[in-house]
């Protein structure tokens, strides 16, 4: 359905602004981020105060078998963040500012 509007989008991207997000959802994708560690929370809270659409956001002091982004991060650091993409994670980072610089680097902001 969203291949039949390409060129809608294209042309009238005002109009069409909802379709126009949901393609760039699925050329660019959704930004998993997983924090974890026993400081989580200051991380989470900084994450939280920054403008970061289409991502999905899970954060654990401990390990969670009951979501698969949670399964097998470390847990020992005072906070380790990750940022992932189809379940797939790059090496966590420790700050929220080298977040920032993974995602721009990917292109996100």
Not at 19 to 30: C, F, S, T, V
Not at 41 to 46: A, H, L, T
Not at 57 to 81: H, I, M, R, T
Not at 96 to 104: D, G, Q, V
Request: proline share 5%.
């Amino acid at each position: 359905m969203l291949d039949g509007l390409h060129t809608a989008i294209i042309n009238y991207p005002t109009s069409f602004a909802n379709w126009a997000a949901l393609m760039i959802k699925q050329a660019y994708g959704i930004n998993e981020i997983v924090i974890t560690g026993k400081a989580y929370k200051e991380i989470r809270n900084s994450v939280l105060e920054h403008y970061m659409p289409d991502k999905i956001l899970q954060c654990d002091s401990s390990e969670s078998n009951e979501f698969p982004l949670l399964k097998g991060k470390d847990y020992s650091a005072d906070a380790c963040v990750y940022l992932c993409k189809n379940y797939r994670c790059l090496p966590p980072c420790n700050t929220l500012e080298e977040l920032l610089l993974l995602l721009k680097d990917l292109g996100n902001k």
